[in-house]
């Protein structure tokens, strides 16, 4: 493994953040779980991307089984460190809870048990798991966000060498650089990335596939390739005005506020628009917010109901002061020492002006599949088509899964795509899975 992604800066912004829902102590955790009905037909599981076995995990935390319930969330979820804080949890299992009140915890047990197996893991010198010997076959994975992880830790769990390459400096992808401070930091992601690697996968970091190594040559020397190319740039909103100084990509200022050494925010800073209204645009107006921004707002083309953003995280960012302009459609920003940003009206066509000292741009980022493989087929959006059943794309040989696949879902959905290409790949080499 190429270790010098391992210099996440000690001074960063992110460290001011405290932890949203903090670790359970044993008896938080089995009061919590002692609540479980334990269903037969799990709708829980159902709502998991990943199938976890929830009702099982639960039970073995009830009976004192930590290891257990923990070696039963990663046998489906193998990155069920960092799924445990960052899956919307009200919107997946959770919310298909049948304590329709009060729904079980499910994300703070699955972080006890998998945090505290690890950390019995390291104090007791014995693993949880044990990789195969190896059979000789190599896959290469591009990209080393969650869904190539994910992919890689399994097929390196069953005797294959993995090599990830990745063209940034730090591996991870969103799941380091991307999420909320307040759900995790970048220095549990990378904790995660440590045991991954442990079962045996090599990742290489700063090698741009299409520039310093092709795919031809990957093909030629590895028995099958994995896409987890993740999405690219922050998109522009391609009006005048936009390369002013103080307007940002929400992706990058939040990569930004999570790894970059010693970034702060300026003294002055009193006013930001947030334009967007995925959850991007909520984590980052919510992040601002808690850093002490008096006055963050989010400008919608939309009303809030239409928002594709979470509504929980919505109302959790309004409790910070976050507030919401709708209808608005960005024109042009001027500068006359503050940024001004034209807007007409959706509906009425009104202009409207907004003073702001920065603004934040948060609709979605780009694709960039394109090219990387001759007969790669990419759907309208530029998103790269697979069989659902097993993650191959048109190319033999090729498999694909995250965020490339579906234009940015949940680290769950890559996760899950990560495990089946993983099986699908020991399927096609005869290979019996673990
Ligand atoms: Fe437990 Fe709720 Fe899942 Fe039923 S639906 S098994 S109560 S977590």
Not at 77 to 83: I, Q
Not at 223 to 247: Q, T, Y
Request: charged letters at 25%.
């Amino acid at each position: 493994m190429d270790k010098s992604f391992v210099s996440i800066p000690e001074a960063r912004l992110e460290t001011r953040f405290k932890d949203a829902k903090p670790l359970y102590s044993e008896t938080e955790a089995l009061t919590e779980a002692n609540r479980c009905l334990f269903c037969y037909d799990a709708p829980c599981i159902t709502a998991c991307p990943t199938s976890i076995d929830i009702p099982g995990f639960i039970r073995k935390i009830t009976t004192g089984n930590i290891r257990g319930a923990a070696q039963t969330i990663f046998r489906s979820n193998l990155l069920g460190v960092s799924t445990s804080r960052v899956c919307p949890v009200e919107e997946l299992c959770a919310g298909a809870c049948v304590l329709t009140e009060r729904p079980i915890n499910i994300g703070r047990l699955q972080r006890y048990a998998t945090e505290t197996a690890l950390e019995w893991e390291e104090n007791n010198n014995q693993k949880l798991f044990n990789a195969k010997p190896s059979n000789d076959h190599k896959v290469a994975l591009i990209g080393a966000g969650p869904a190539s992880l994910s992919c890689a830790a399994y097929l390196a769990l069953n005797g294959i060498q993995p090599v990830i390459f990745e063209k940034d400096t730090i591996p991870g992808g969103l799941n380091i650089t991307g999420i909320a401070p307040y759900k995790t930091q970048s220095t549990d992601i990378k904790n995660e990335i440590d045991w991954l690697c442990q079962f045996g996968i090599e990742i290489r970091t700063g090698v741009q596939v299409g520039r310093d190594i092709m795919t031809d040559q990957l093909l030629a020397d590895f028995d099958a390739i994995f896409l987890g190319l993740g999405l690219g740039k922050d998109k522009r909103l391609a009006i005048p005005g936009e390369d002013s100084e103080g307007v940002w990509g929400a992706t990058h200022l939040i990569r930004m506020i999570k790894i970059e050494k010693q970034f702060t925010l300026p003294e002055d800073l009193k006013s930001v628009i947030v334009i967007g209204g995925g959850n991007t645009a909520i984590d980052i107006a919510r992040e601002l917010a808690m850093l002490g921004v008096p006055n963050v707002d989010i400008l919608y083309r939309r009303t809030i109901l239409e928002m594709p953003g979470y509504k929980h995280e919505f109302e959790n960012a309004r409790r910070y002061g976050v507030r919401m302009i709708e209808y608005e459609i960005p024109d042009n920003i001027t500068n006359d020492g503050k940024l001004i940003l034209h807007t007409k009206h959706k509906i009425t066509g009104e202009q409207s002006r907004f003073e702001s000292d920065w603004i934040v741009v948060a609709i979605g980022q780009d694709r960039h599949v394109n090219e990387l493989i001759p007969g790669l087929k990419v759907d309208g959006k530029d998103q790269v088509v697979v069989d659902p059943g097993t993650q191959l794309t048109s190319v033999p040989n090729v498999y694909a899964g995250g965020d490339c696949i579906n234009g940015g879902k949940e680290v769950v959905n890559a996760v899950a795509d990560g495990r089946n290409a993983a099986h699908s790949i020991l399927q096609s080499l005869g290979l019996e899975i673990n």
